[in-house]
């Protein structure tokens, strides 16, 4: 088994990277939190980890909740026992690389260990609840609750539901995320890639595509959506996007919907990501940010702290 992590009666499945994220939002909400993992030193790595990345933000002031960086910390131990990781808690996630076999054991493992009350819950991105909890004796228990890396600095969340999941369950989950912070978002029921990942794959797919047909170059691309669609996709949605760009959703549609449906026919089939586009999008991108450990540390330690301030900012004009 890898990686996990506990609150306050709940537990995370994970010491890798989202179960560090995820034990530091916990523990900003006040939970008492667990890390599990059956190796001891991936566990002292993940505190250390932890501790670090708490405590810079603290000099910085934008460590989360109301706790200090030492309180917080306070609030998170480790084990390598999973009965003893588990007893107590409420709220376990997982957090283990995406094998389904892998995950299954995992949560096989659990069903034979919890009570009716825990809920348990996977942070998967693209395996469907359906083929994770189907005949597991707490599937009523049993939910997605997908994050988007970091979670620490993106606060979405969506919450999938097993087919067999109780009503209950969703509206705990729901309501434990809004009480830490994130941001979460109900699915009605499963679809592969759920939400996120059918938007991100979508915009990915037609970059792609322009990109390997010559149109714009790999560098330009992302500036259309860094410098142009993400600057209000980081305050509204796509479906408001259209509502303020005309005299509400049906004026946009009365006016745009023949020219969107024309534009849309002309998009080809899904790209097999390979061949010579590969090679383009990877030398340009290469060039900007070559792929050295340290620079791609570097970078995403800046992408992290880009996300704090837009999340300091988004804070700051919802209170005004």
């Known amino acids: ?10 537990f995370f499945f994970s010491s890798g ?26 566990l002292t790595t993940a505190l ?10 603290e000099k910085l002031g934008v460590l989360k909740g109301a706790l200090s960086a030492e309180q917080q910390l306070a609030l998170i131990s480790v084990c390598t026992d999973l009965k003893a990781a588990v007893e107590g808690a409420t709220f376990i996630q997982e957090c283990t690389p995406e094998n389904l076999e892998l995950k299954k054991k995992i949560f096989g493992q659990l ?13 998967t ?18 939910i997605v609750s997908h994050p988007v890396n970091p979670p620490y600095f993106v606060p979405l969340v969506e919450i999938v539901p097993h087919p067999e999941t109780d009503p209950s369950t969703t509206e705990r989950t729901y309501a434990l995320m809004k009480k830490i912070g994130q941001s979460p978002v109900k699915l009605n029921r499963e679809i592969e890639g759920f939400v996120l990942n059918r938007l991100q794959y979508a915009v990915i797919s037609e970059a792609w595509r322009l990109v390997g047909e010559g149109v714009i170059s790999p560098t330009d691309l992302d500036l259309v959506m860094s410098d142009g669609l993400g600057m209000r996709y980081a305050f509204i ?13 049906s ?17 080809g089939p899904v790209p097999e990501f390979s061949g010579e586009t590969v090679q383009k999008v990877n030398q340009a991108l290469s060039e900007k940010i070559p792929v050295v450990p340290k620079v791609l540390d570097a970078r995403r ?10 999340a300091k900012l988004k804070t700051q004009m919802k209170s005004d």
């Open 1 to 10: 088994l890898l990686n996990t992590g506990l609150l306050i009666g709940g």
């Open 17 to 42: 990277l989202i179960g560090r994220s995820w034990a530091m939002v916990f523990a900003a909400g006040g939970f008492k939190v667990k890390l599990y993992d059956i190796a001891q030193e991936q």
């Open 48 to 57: 250390e980890n932890i501790s670090k990345q708490m405590k810079e933000m």
């Open 111 to 123: 069903d034979l260990t919890v009570g009716d009350s825990v809920i348990l819950s996977s942070s």
């Open 125 to 142: 991105s693209c395996l469907l609840p359906s083929k994770l909890f189907t005949g597991l004796k707490h599937v009523k228990q049993c």
């Open 237 to 249: 949605g796509p479906l408001e996007t259209m509502h303020l760009n005309a005299e509400g959703v």
């Open 251 to 267: 004026s946009y549609c009365e006016r745009y919907a023949e020219g969107m449906k024309l534009v849309l026919n002309t998009f």
């Open 301 to 310: 330690k800046w992408r992290d702290e880009c996300l704090t301030g837009l």
